[in-house]
């Protein structure tokens, strides 16, 4: 079976997020005054062969954790679904 | 009231994803010969005061097309919930 593993990375709380700030301040200058914080991470997809839910969730959270996320500086979520 | 939109980027389909093609030869360096496929985009936060969900949507839909995602290469989701 196949599915797809979506992963949110983001800076933790707390920690600088230097491309967040200049976003930021960006939106006032698109006419967007309302918008009062933004952060910047990254969005990665996988599509993985596995026997189940569980064993998908498992290699994307591998991944996340060996390749995909720092842990010092981030923390990432995973949406597992079926193809 | 205070909501959180939740932006997911990726690159179209079919377009060219150096990034997501690096990093899905990685897997298998470490021992994930079962991620197929990998597609690397941006996943942005914003925080927005706003009177109802439907406008908190519009502002994050100008903000994703005015700045945070190129329409030509990349396509765009937007999730919204209430802070």
Known sequence: MK????IEVLPKKGLLDPQGKAVTH?????GLNNVLEVCVGRFITLEIEADNESSAFEAA?????KLLAN?????????????
Chains 1, 2 share one sequence.
Do not use: C, Q
């Open 3 to 6: 599915f797809l593993a979506e």
């Open 71 to 83: 842990l010092i500086m981030e923390s990432y979520k995973i949406r597992i679904s079926e193809l």
């Open 26 to 30: 960006s939106m006032s200058s698109i």
């Open 61 to 65: 959270d591998t991944a996340s954790k």
